[in-house]
């Protein structure tokens, strides 16, 4: 009987025999968390980089608006404003004339 192993000695065993399946059932949660971890990181990676196309193409669209902006302000300064103004300075100063009786 001295051979053989108390049950003190058969529950530390035992225990040491559960916490090495707990690691084992651990690591091959740990894979396949792993793997789901870097698909998720690589399709984040591919929005991010749609995304960062997005930005750009919309970047263009809002800087072609802006300069045509600048163009139609300046069109209409040149076609528009400075005819008005002319217009009526010209009857500005033919009043004035007039009114001196000249």
């Known amino acids: 009987?001295?051979?053989?192993?108390t049950i003190g000695e058969l529950s530390r065993r035992l225990d040491g025999v559960?916490?090495?399946?707990?690691?084992?059932?651990?690591?091959?949660?740990?894979?396949s968390d792993q793997r789901l971890s870097e698909r998720r990181f690589s399709e984040s990676e591919r929005r991010?980089?749609?995304?960062?196309?997005?930005?750009?193409?919309?970047?263009?669209?809002?800087?072609?608006?802006v300069e045509k902006r600048q163009t139609n302000a300046?069109?209409?300064?040149?076609?528009?404003?400075?005819?008005?103004?002319?217009i009526l300075l010209g009857i500005a100063v033919q009043i004035w004339l007039a009114a001196r009786g000249t």
């Open 1 to 5: 009987m001295a051979d053989e192993p």
């Open 18 to 31: 559960m916490a090495m399946l707990a690691q084992l059932v651990q690591r091959g949660e740990y894979a």
């Open 48 to 65: 991010f980089t749609e995304l960062e196309q997005d930005v750009a193409e919309i970047r263009k669209a809002m800087e072609k608006t």
């Open 74 to 86: 300046r069109q209409a300064l040149y076609a528009g404003i400075l005819p008005a103004v002319f």
